[in-house]
């Protein structure tokens, strides 16, 4: 339960260190506004020829009689522009991580910079388009795996009462923990950690990692919020990534340790990365 706990404060440190230095907020800002924009053209756009392309996907229900073809057609146009805003919603934080990869990389090599005891930051040395094709590849791999997750969780919403009350907490912890994967993938990417082994660290701290993620993902289910809080959560996910490879903080001592777990030496990235 403690680690439910640390895992927030760092949720916590991550919106106040962006707090503190106005400039790399502003910077980090711009890949949300960039992808929001993007996702409001889109939706804007399926929800004015979105009518026209069923009609068009439709031909079988031009002879229908009236009302059944504009009850049909309407209930398709609705659901694809619902499906289109699910899509936004799930797809938006790895959009906007790919879309800010620089600005994200900068971001978390100042937090790196600024807790390190000597002051440095780990660098992957990778030229931009090689972090961009890891980047774009790794989320894609997440997002299957957190749409097969989706597919079983939403085929146990129909079981009674279960489906209506633990069916939708489950879903919330396991958006919590993809969501927290993506962000801490910034900082564990620089130091070579492969997404196997970046799996396997959230994994063996699942407590600290919906402790970050989790409250984030309800975050982000109003409207915009996403966008100012991405610096924040980029920040807050570094920290925790150093915590998870128990690298020292600022104040000179090691991360914290999980409780009953003896403390670990810092381990090489590709040590972690086997």
Do not use: C, N
Not at 38 to 52: C, I, K, Q
Not at 61 to 73: E, I
Not at 238 to 262: F, I, N, V
């Amino acid at each position: 339960m403690r680690d439910l706990g640390v895992g927030f404060g760092y949720l916590v440190k991550g919106q106040r260190w962006v707090s503190r230095h106005g400039r790399s907020y502003g910077f980090g800002l711009l890949p949300g506004l960039i992808t929001l924009v993007l996702y409001a053209a889109a939706l804007v756009a399926l929800a004015v020829w979105g009518e026209d392309a069923v009609a068009w996907s439709t031909p079988f229900a031009d002879d229908w009689s009236s009302p059944w073809r504009g009850l049909f057609r309407g209930f398709l146009t609705a659901v694809l522009f619902a499906l289109g805003l699910l899509l936004a919603v799930l797809t938006f934080t790895a959009v906007t991580l790919l879309v800010g990869q620089p600005f994200y990389e900068s971001l978390s090599e100042r937090v790196d910079a600024d807790v390190s005891p000597d002051g440095g930051a780990p660098r992957s040395g990778l030229p931009l388009w090689r972090e961009l094709w890891i980047s774009a590849r790794d989320s894609v791999r997440v997002l299957l795996r957190a749409g097969l997750w989706g597919v079983l969780l939403f085929a146990l919403g129909f079981l009674p009462f279960v489906g209506q009350t633990v069916v939708p907490v489950l879903g919330f912890f396991v958006t919590g923990f993809f969501l927290t994967e993506e962000l801490a993938a910034v900082a564990l990417q620089r130091r070579g950690v492969e997404l196997r082994s970046r799996l396997t660290l959230l994994r063996s701290r699942k407590a600290l990692v919906w402790g970050f993620g989790t409250p984030l993902g309800v975050a982000f289910l109003v409207p915009f919020v996403a966008v100012f809080l991405m610096p924040g959560a980029v920040a807050g996910a570094t920290l925790l990534a150093r915590d998870l490879l128990g690298e020292e903080s600022g104040d000179g001592g090691p991360a914290p340790a999980a409780p009953g777990t003896a403390p670990r030496a810092t381990p090489d990235a590709e040590d972690v990365s086997r």
